[in-house]
């Protein structure tokens, strides 16, 4: 199975700095990526997802951007925070649809990080 | 894209069965349904999919309508611990199963 690496675990940042959250995978080679932010007691809000080296889907007009590096690297990043910037971001992980041919993916599960708690004050 | 309606909380007594119900009535042909969980602070976990059969695992068994508009998820036996935000999703072959969205799920209590 995959395992998904975020850091860090709690992030406290003043309105208007930079922001950069990294994601990791291993155990799979050729996943597809994803950004999920949650807001306190809501539910998972899609925000980017790439399908391979430099390729990025957006799927929420924001001030954050994602960027694809490597294979099993996934960065978040902002310019200028905002306070609805606050909440708590997970990472997740599918491995590539060429994987499972039967079912062109459908079958596939996602992993998820342990995430990243965002205050932004 | 297909979408999934859950009832926003349920209660269980702890040991009881529990059963979680997910309606997704324009569901196509080649969606599959997916179900993960999420304990407080914590990122989601897998549980169980399937596609048109009903399904078991360890942890807990889907059990899919013939007409494929609706499934449940079932817990035969509720602990503590399966105290969770509970999640419906259905994987849609558009652009290859690529895209994945959430909705708000299920808060599942589970009283001692």
């Known amino acids: 199975s995959q395992t998904i690496h975020q850091w860090p675990a709690t992030l406290v940042q003043p309105v208007g700095s930079p922001l950069s959250l990294e994601c990791t995978v291993e155990?799979?080679?050729?996943?597809?990526l994803y950004w999920y932010r949650q807001a306190a007691g809501r539910g998972l809000q899609l925000l980017f997802y790439?399908?391979?080296?430099?390729?990025i889907s957006s799927e929420v007009p924001q001030n954050l951007s994602a960027s694809r590096p490597q294979d099993r690297q996934f960065i978040l990043s902002s310019k200028k925070l905002l306070l609805s910037d606050s909440g708590f971001y997970l990472c997740?992980?599918?491995?590539?649809?060429?994987?499972?041919?039967?079912?062109?993916?459908?079958?596939?599960?996602?992993?998820f990080g342990s995430g990243t708690q965002l205050s932004v004050l | 894209d297909a979408k999934t309606t859950q009832p926003n909380s349920m209660e269980s007594n702890e040991e009881e069965p529990v059963h979680l119900p997910c309606n997704h009535s324009?569901?196509?042909?080649?969606?599959?349904i997916h179900w993960y969980r999420q304990l407080p602070s914590q990122g989601p976990e897998y549980v169980i999919h399937?596609?048109?059969s009903n399904v078991n695992n360890r942890m807990a068994s889907l059990a899919i309508a013939e007409d494929r508009k609706s499934s449940t998820l079932i817990l035969h036996r509720a602990t503590l611990r399966d105290a969770a935000v509970y999640y419906c999703?259905?994987?849609?072959?558009?652009?290859?199963?690529?895209?994945?969205?959430f909705g708000t799920g299920t808060k599942l209590q589970v009283i001692p």
């Open positions: 155990g799979t080679s050729n996943p597809n």
């Open positions: 999703i259905l994987r849609d072959p558009l652009w290859g199963y690529q895209k994945v969205t």
């Open positions: 997740a992980s599918v491995s590539g649809a060429g994987r499972d041919k039967e079912s062109g993916g459908g079958n596939e599960k996602l992993f």
């Open positions: 399937g596609l048109t």
């Open positions: 790439s399908v391979g080296i430099g390729q």
């Open positions: 324009t569901i196509s042909g080649t969606d599959y």
